[in-house]
């Protein structure tokens, strides 16, 4: 069993003055199914750039699993 843990996340893009995420905080067990939905423009896509490390981020990600995307 191994975990994904993000912890205080807080990601904007350059130039913009809102946060997309602020302060996100949770964990996954990547033995779990999940689907990760939401209506366009929500930060789906995002999310996954930050976890292989595409964007600058505050915060942790933490994780032993290696990440394609």
């Known amino acids: 069993m191994s975990m994904i843990q993000v912890q205080d996340l807080t990601f904007s893009y ?14 996954i067990d990547t033995d779990w199914k999940l689907g990760f939905i939401g209506r366009n423009g929500r930060g789906k ?17 933490i994780s032993s699993v290696e990440f394609n995307y």
Do not use: A, Q
């Open 14 to 27: 350059p130039g913009s003055f809102d946060n997309i995420f602020e302060g996100v905080n949770f964990h």
């Open 45 to 61: 896509t995002t999310f996954f750039n930050l976890l292989v490390g595409n964007y600058e981020y505050s915060g942790k990600i």
